[in-house]
């Protein structure tokens, strides 16, 4: 993709502001490519978890979490992902899979710090999962990814059994403040005008995201720090300010599945008071699900990224 940037105008805009427009000019036809290399084909296949962007009828981004034994996702080709897999019951992705539909997924591995991502649109739809088409296709470092070793506690295929679903409104309930406060992991997704969903990764000490309630809804603020500079996230919200979230309690399988509204904060006292961000992300929640024990892996207690060390809670 060295002739032809993979950037689409909200993206281009926030790496001008940040001052990297030309830097990422020059090295991303060699990041981004619309296949994916070797490492990457052999790297899905070893995931038991999945993070994946979607988006609803109304243009809605939303995350989510595929689980599966190791194997679960395939590669026939480097632009290919085959997933068996099925979404968790009361999991928005249900609705959102269909052929031709967009997504991003985000291939994490937290006990390596490994990650690669895939953005495509679905090709083929069983009810045994789901086949990508790959168009682009990108590694991450392993900044800020806290270190965990993931176990099944029960088969995967459970995910599908109906279980206790909470709605959330605008105004998160306590028990939903309260495992997102405690976070020190989430992931979001976001989505730009005919350029399709993208997934990323967000990671900082327990605490790092504010949870704040006001004016009949609850605001979720939280620290940017340095990355690849692809703005990819920042760039999508500067296009189009809906995301999705997904918070995971690694202890217990609930999720935490929000939608909210978007904002870059790129002055000012509050960002200067947060040791290591470079730019404050606020979401404001305009609706959720929360389902409990809807992913059948716990994972081991924590070793924090060595990045932690510079930033704030």
């Given at each position: 993709m060295a002739d032809l940037s993979p950037f689409h105008e909200g993206e281009r805009l926030v790496q001008s502001r940040a001052g990297v427009r030309d830097e990422?000019?020059?090295?991303?036809?060699?990041?981004?490519?619309?296949?994916?290399?070797?490492?990457?084909?052999?790297?899905?296949?070893?995931?038991?978890?999945?993070?994946?962007?979607?988006?609803?009828?109304?243009?809605?981004?939303?995350?989510?979490?595929?689980?599966?034994?190791?194997?679960?996702?395939?590669?026939?080709?480097?632009?290919?992902?085959?997933?068996?897999?099925?979404?968790?019951?009361?999991?928005?992705?249900?609705?959102?899979?269909?052929?031709?539909?967009?997504?991003?997924?985000?291939g994490i591995q937290p006990e390596t710090r490994r990650r690669n991502r895939a953005n495509g649109s679905i090709e083929a739809l069983d009810t045994g999962g789901f086949t990508l088409h790959v168009e682009q296709s990108f590694g991450n470092c392993a900044k800020y990814i806290q270190a965990?070793?993931?176990?099944?506690?029960?088969?995967?295929?459970?995910?599908?059994?109906?279980?206790?679903?909470?709605?959330?409104?605008?105004?998160?309930?306590?028990e939903a403040s309260a495992l997102i406060s405690a976070a020190d992991t989430f992931f979001i997704a976001t989505a730009a005008p005919g350029d399709g969903v993208d997934v990323s990764h967000r990671g900082g000490r327990p605490g790092f995201v504010r949870v704040s309630a006001a004016g009949g809804c609850t605001t979720l603020t939280v620290p940017d720090f340095s990355g690849n500079n692809?703005?990819?996230?920042?760039?999508?919200?500067?296009?189009?300010?809906?995301?999705?979230?997904?918070?995971?309690?690694f202890e217990t399988g609930t999720v935490l599945t929000l939608s909210c509204t978007a904002e870059i904060v790129w002055?000012?006292?509050e960002l200067a008071a947060f040791a290591?961000?470079?730019?404050?992300?606020?979401?404001?929640?305009?609706?959720?699900?929360?389902?409990?024990?809807?992913?059948?892996?716990?994972?081991?207690?924590?070793?924090?990224?060595?990045?932690?060390?510079?930033?704030?809670?």
């Open positions: 990422m000019a020059q090295r991303t036809g060699r990041a981004i490519r619309d296949f994916m290399p070797e490492q990457h084909r052999a790297f899905f296949p070893l995931l038991s978890f999945l993070i994946v962007g979607s988006i609803d009828g109304a243009g809605q981004p939303w995350a989510s979490i595929l689980v599966g034994r190791p194997g679960f996702i395939q590669s026939p080709d480097a632009r290919t992902l085959r997933i068996a897999a099925q979404p968790a019951y009361g999991d928005p992705l249900g609705a959102n899979l269909a052929v031709g539909a967009r997504l991003g997924l985000l965990r070793a993931p176990h099944f506690v029960a088969a995967p295929e459970t995910v599908s059994v109906p279980r206790a679903v909470r709605t959330e409104g605008p105004v998160l309930s306590a692809y703005f990819m996230t920042l760039g999508n919200i500067a296009a189009d300010p809906r995301a999705g979230v997904i918070f995971v309690d002055d000012g006292a290591g961000a470079q730019r404050l992300l606020r979401l404001s929640v305009v609706a959720g699900i929360a389902i409990a024990d809807a992913v059948p892996l716990r994972w081991s207690a924590p070793e924090y990224a060595p990045q932690l060390a510079a930033t704030g809670a």
